[in-house]
């Protein structure tokens, strides 16, 4: 075991997180500008799209509450704000722009909520949080780019809602590898359940046979 592993299990960090129903499903932030290399994209952000249609298709089969987020900012950018200050160009994401548009793998279908937000979690200062418990969701699935920093700061946010994550770790995607890997493992430590998709699905199926 590598030695940094060592550490976190000896100090009791990693402890394996059920899942438990009822179930949600958040996908954060799969937009055209995040989808595009050239604009907020790259790296496996390709592969966790693809990864996550099949993903949706089952949370709707299963009658899933879903919800998706999207950074959207106003046209004349009066809410620009630190996350701007930092990262100018997410000032291009607007209501009607094509970047800030869900790709059209993914787009909602008629009752999912669309969170549109100005900073990394899709629970600061929006009704997401509500939204979720008004539904009974106790297991929230987690889907989306980017892993280092709204995936991140959106799973951080649900368990401290109260919520379990549980961060399906091939639908969820990075610009650079590094970070994406570096943040499943941390967030695998601390904050959340992580498996791959068929993993995750495999065990939500086994707690509901369970329960029958």
């Known amino acids: 075991m590598h030695e940094e592993v060592q550490t976190y299990r000896r100090q009791g960090f990693g402890t394996a997180m059920a899942p438990k129903a009822p179930y949600g499903l958040l996908i954060i932030d799969f937009v055209n ?83 549109r937000k100005t900073v990394p979690s899709a629970f600061f200062g929006t009704s997401l949080a509500a939204w979720l418990a008004q539904r009974g969701v106790q297991t929230l699935l987690v889907a989306g780019c980017v892993t280092s920093g709204c995936v991140r700061a959106s799973v951080v946010d649900a368990m401290s809602h109260g919520f379990r994550p549980l961060v399906l770790s091939d639908c969820v995607g990075d610009r650079a590898i590094g970070p994406h890997d570096a943040n499943l493992f941390d967030m695998e430590q601390k904050y959340a359940t992580v498996m791959p998709r068929d993993a995750a699905l495999a065990a939500i199926g086994a707690t509901v046979q369970a329960a029958a």
């Open 33 to 115: 500008g995040f989808a595009d290399p050239a604009v907020f994209g790259g790296g496996n952000i390709p592969e966790a799209i693809a990864n996550t249609q099949p993903l949706l298709a089952t949370a709707r089969a299963q009658g899933w509450p879903v919800a998706h987020s999207r950074i959207v900012f106003a046209d004349d950018d009066a809410d620009h704000n630190i996350f701007t200050l930092k990262v100018p160009g997410m000032l291009t994401l607007k209501e009607d722009g094509p970047a800030s548009q869900i790709v059209p793998s993914l787009a909602p279908a008629p009752g999912e909520l669309v969170v």
